[in-house]
């Protein structure tokens, strides 16, 4: 009887160990993505996720690697499943819910067999995604015409985009690098106390334009010039000054100056740089 006890206990210590072992796994596993964008997609039942939307993410790139038209039949909180609506008689589905196991998503049924050609219509494609895709390419040519759009959305996503989404598209990373340009430029102020601090001596100063007195401060003017390099010009260089300059592009123009001067060397080093507005 006492044998008895004893194989029951150390078999109950076994698998709350093992049981223990299973969850840290699930929760390492948690999270792996359902794709990998290279000429082949692996999934497979089991599969875990974080939530509904890491796995709505997952297919949204599922379809644009594999170019079928995908459309999410239900959308819960605890349960999603995806069918491919190419044609009637094509079987590609997928199916996840809520796991009290492994406290995530989890595939529960995949059928991965297609039985329609690939296609270039993939209602999956919202705004978002093409954002997402041809953000670094629009920030690179932020002159490229809308054609020229339309015909790398088309090469890149393997997805056909009309003009007006193409237009919408360039719309909104232009406006998400403006809102970019936007957060940085309201770093300046410790920016410049930084410089203060960390090299006493230098000069720094920043000049901004206000509507009114209780309006936002609007950028016109930044100076630099640090200390050891005015010191070192005084000291090591002719006392003779070039000026220079050029135009700055982006969404916020205006001209960039230098001061720069001669060294035992005959080469130039560089004084003093500001930031100005552009002339008039």
Excluded at 116 to 134: A, G, L, W, Y
Excluded at 137 to 150: A, I, V
Excluded at 206 to 231: D, I, Q, W
Aim: charged share 30%; net charge positive; with cysteine.
């Amino acid at each position: 009887m006492r044998l008895n006890i004893l194989i029951v206990m150390i078999m109950g210590v076994y698998l709350g160990q093992m049981m223990i072992t299973i969850l840290m796994l699930v929760e390492e596993e948690v999270g792996s993505p359902l794709i990998i964008q290279t000429q082949q997609v692996y999934t497979s039942i089991g599969m875990l996720f974080k939530d509904g939307e890491q796995f709505k993410s997952a297919i949204r790139k599922y379809s644009l690697c594999c170019r079928r038209e995908l459309k999410i039949i239900k959308n819960e909180p605890t349960r999603v499943r995806v069918k491919c609506i190419a044609s009637k008689k094509c079987e590609w589905g997928i199916f996840t819910s809520y796991s009290n196991m492994s406290r995530s998503m989890q595939v529960k049924s995949f059928h991965d067999e297609h039985n329609f050609c690939i296609s270039f219509r993939n209602k999956m494609v919202k705004m978002k995604v093409i954002v997402e895709n041809f953000e670094a390419t629009s920030r690179d040519h932020p002159k490229m015409k809308l054609r020229e759009t339309q015909r790398r959305l088309a090469l890149e996503m393997n997805v056909n985009v009309n003009m007006t989404r193409c237009r919408r598209a360039k719309k909104m990373v232009k406006d998400k690098l403006a809102e970019i340009f936007v957060e940085e430029f309201s770093m300046l102020w410790d920016y410049a106390d930084e410089l203060r601090l960390q090299d006493p001596g230098s000069t720094i100063k920043m000049v901004v334009n206000r509507g009114t007195p209780k309006s936002p401060p609007h950028f016109k003017r930044f100076y630099v010039c640090f200390e050891a390099l005015k010191r070192d010009w005084k000291e090591g260089c002719r006392l003779i000054l070039s000026l220079d300059g050029c135009f700055l592009k982006g969404p916020f123009k205006g001209e960039m100056l230098f001061a720069v001067g001669r060294d035992g060397n005959n080469q130039m080093y560089l004084v003093t740089w500001a930031i100005n507005e552009g002339e008039c």
